[in-house]
């Protein structure tokens, strides 16, 4: 008997007369190792939400409702195997640190106390997050969310895993650390089934299931995917490209009369959450009409960064000042006006981006927003935030991603809360008046000029 059978699955949104699955057949058999790929809108992530509500549901292990509509078709499965899904919207407390958010999950398990926090631990160290097992939830990092979000499945040891694109935000060698495990995890003679838009993650499987507008328009081997597949050639065809240029503005094309102005400068920024230091004395500045890329591993203070510069938290000390106040979009961001149920979330962001784009502000902030875009959503954003920078904004995005960074006109990376490389050049002349920026973050405890 197969691991999992799926039959006819065909599931249209509540708020869609179309389907938006079609006919959807495939099995699963005890230790395959299967990637799941197609582009954004194509239905992977809905499929991933019928297959968790049917298991779930027709095991007595009744799902609220995270995917509404009509579900058409039968998923038959073992009743004695286990399965555990990683979805990258999965929730936290905020009022427990995550190795005891671990551990609770698993007291429904029926384990022993000795089998919980062996596993609580073997999961955290699984990930790297072993030296964050007092921190809470909410003090991680979007990077690190994801990581705990891969924690808590490992732990489950189920017998068939399925991960629905939970590794996007994380920086190369996390990202091929979480690999390796998998490939372990599978050596084990477990399932996987891991639903991706990146080329690298597909190395280690075995099978590849290829969904467009719905369907599954391949079914086969790794190698018959990559040699003989025009599919695996569209997909992932464009390469995204290096830029050619300093700044985007008109200065960057030969305007001797003008020079770049500095429209944000953030000095001696710190900050710790508890008595962990995040950032340590970072100094920073952004130009108008320039495209910058802002890269570190995991935990380097990216996103703090980001949430000090629009004043969701204040530093312990430093200041930062700027021409207006920063506006940031982040992967959490669902400011539509409209009923969007029906999208998939990379099609969701790809509006939320669109709208954001279109603001007024001066100096525009994206936090990993590129992360569940496939390649070609990815390219086309990037081009749009160029636009941006070429209208004379002050345009910054992170990410983990070399060859997004490198599309960009600067680069800089964080190490352990501070600037560790940039590519500004540092004999650039640029104008600073100080005159015409404002002070928008102080230390905690002090009042801004806003």
Do not use: W
């Given at each position: 008997?197969?691991?999992?059978?799926?039959?006819?699955?065909?599931f249209a949104y509540r708020s869609s007369k179309t389907n938006f699955l079609k006919d959807i057949n495939f099995s699963v058999k005890q230790g395959e190792y299967i990637v799941i790929l197609g582009a954004n809108g194509s239905g992977k992530s809905t499929l991933a939400r019928v297959l968790e509500q049917k298991i779930k549901n027709e095991s007595n292990n009744l799902l609220e409702e995270k995917i509404t509509g009509k579900i058409q078709g039968r998923v038959e499965f073992e009743k004695n195997k286990t399965f555990a899904f990683a979805f990258s919207d999965d929730n936290f407390s905020d009022l427990k640190n995550i190795k005891?958010?671990?551990?609770?999950?698993?007291?429904?398990?029926?384990?022993?106390?000795?089998?919980?926090?062996?596993?609580?631990?073997?999961?955290?160290?699984?990930?790297?997050?072993?030296?964050?097992?007092?921190?809470?939830?909410?003090?991680?990092?979007?990077?690190?969310?994801?990581?705990?979000?891969?924690?808590?499945?490992?732990?489950?040891?189920?017998?068939?895993?399925?991960?629905?694109?939970?590794?996007?935000?994380?920086?190369?060698?996390?990202?091929?650390?979480?690999?390796?495990?998998?490939?372990?995890?599978?050596?084990?003679?477990?399932?996987?089934?891991?639903?991706?838009?990146?080329?690298?993650?597909?190395?280690?499987?075995?099978?590849?299931?290829?969904?467009?507008?719905?369907?599954?328009?391949?079914?086969?081997?790794?190698?018959?995917?990559?040699?003989?597949?025009?599919?695996?050639?569209?997909?992932?065809?464009?390469?995204?490209?290096?830029?050619?240029?300093?700044?985007?503005?008109?200065?960057?094309?030969?305007?001797?009369?003008?020079?770049?102005?500095?429209?944000?400068?953030?000095?001696?920024?710190?900050?710790?959450?508890?008595?962990?230091?995040?950032?340590?004395?970072?100094?920073?500045?952004?130009?108008?009409?320039?495209?910058?890329?802002?890269?570190?591993?995991?935990?380097?203070?990216?996103?703090?960064?980001?949430?000090?510069?629009?004043?969701?938290?204040?530093?312990?000390?430093?200041?930062?000042?700027?021409?207006?106040?920063?506006?940031?979009?982040?992967?959490?961001?669902?400011?539509?006006?409209?009923?969007?149920?029906?999208?998939?979330?990379?099609?969701?962001?790809?509006?939320?981006?669109?709208?954001?784009?279109?603001?007024?502000?001066?100096?525009?902030?994206?936090?990993?927003?590129?992360?569940?875009?496939?390649?070609?959503?990815?390219?086309?954003?990037?081009?749009?935030?160029?636009?941006?920078?070429?209208?004379?904004?002050?345009?910054?995005?992170?990410?983990?991603?070399?060859?997004?960074?490198?599309?960009?006109?600067?680069?800089?990376?964080?190490?352990?809360?501070?600037?560790?490389?940039?590519?500004?050049?540092?004999?650039?002349?640029?104008?600073?008046?100080?005159?015409?920026?404002?002070?928008?973050?102080?230390?905690?405890?002090?009042?801004?000029?806003?």
């Open positions: 008997m197969n691991l999992l059978t799926v039959k006819n699955i065909s005891d958010e671990i551990r609770s999950r698993l007291k429904k398990l029926s384990l022993t106390d000795s089998e919980i926090e062996q596993r609580t631990i073997e999961s955290l160290a699984a990930t790297g997050l072993i030296d964050e097992s007092n921190s809470v939830a909410k003090n991680l990092s979007s990077s690190q969310k994801q990581k705990l979000t891969l924690s808590a499945v490992f732990a489950q040891q189920a017998d068939l895993l399925l991960i629905d694109d939970t590794l996007s935000m994380l920086d190369p060698k996390s990202r091929s650390e979480i690999l390796d495990y998998l490939d372990f995890y599978n050596s084990t003679g477990k399932t996987i089934i891991h639903i991706t838009h990146n080329f690298d993650d597909i190395e280690k499987a075995h099978r590849v299931i290829f969904l467009q507008k719905g369907k599954i328009c391949f079914d086969g081997t790794l190698q018959d995917f990559k040699e003989k597949n025009e599919l695996s050639k569209n997909f992932f065809a464009e390469p995204i490209p290096r830029s050619p240029y300093i700044f985007c503005s008109d200065f960057a094309q030969n305007d001797k009369n003008s020079l770049p102005k500095v429209c944000f400068l953030a000095e001696n920024l710190s900050f710790s959450y508890g008595k962990k230091e995040v950032l340590k004395n970072l100094n920073l500045k952004l130009f108008s009409g320039s495209l910058t890329a802002l890269t570190g591993i995991c935990a380097s203070g990216k996103s703090t960064f980001l949430k000090i510069a629009e004043g969701f938290i204040q530093p312990n000390s430093g200041t930062i000042f700027a021409i207006s106040k920063p506006k940031v979009l982040t992967q959490n961001s669902t400011d539509t006006k409209e009923n969007l149920t029906f999208l998939s979330a990379g099609e969701r962001l790809k509006l939320c981006i669109e709208e954001f784009c279109s603001s007024k502000e001066n100096i525009l902030f994206f936090d990993e927003i590129l992360a569940g875009l496939d390649q070609k959503n990815r390219l086309l954003i990037l081009k749009k935030l160029r636009e941006l920078a070429f209208s004379g904004k002050a345009v910054l995005f992170t990410t983990s991603r070399m060859d997004e960074a490198s599309f960009a006109d600067r680069h800089i990376s964080l190490q352990d809360g501070a600037v560790a490389n940039d590519t500004l050049n540092p004999t650039l002349e640029y104008d600073t008046n100080i005159k015409n920026l404002f002070q928008i973050s102080r230390k905690s405890g002090e009042n801004s000029n806003e």
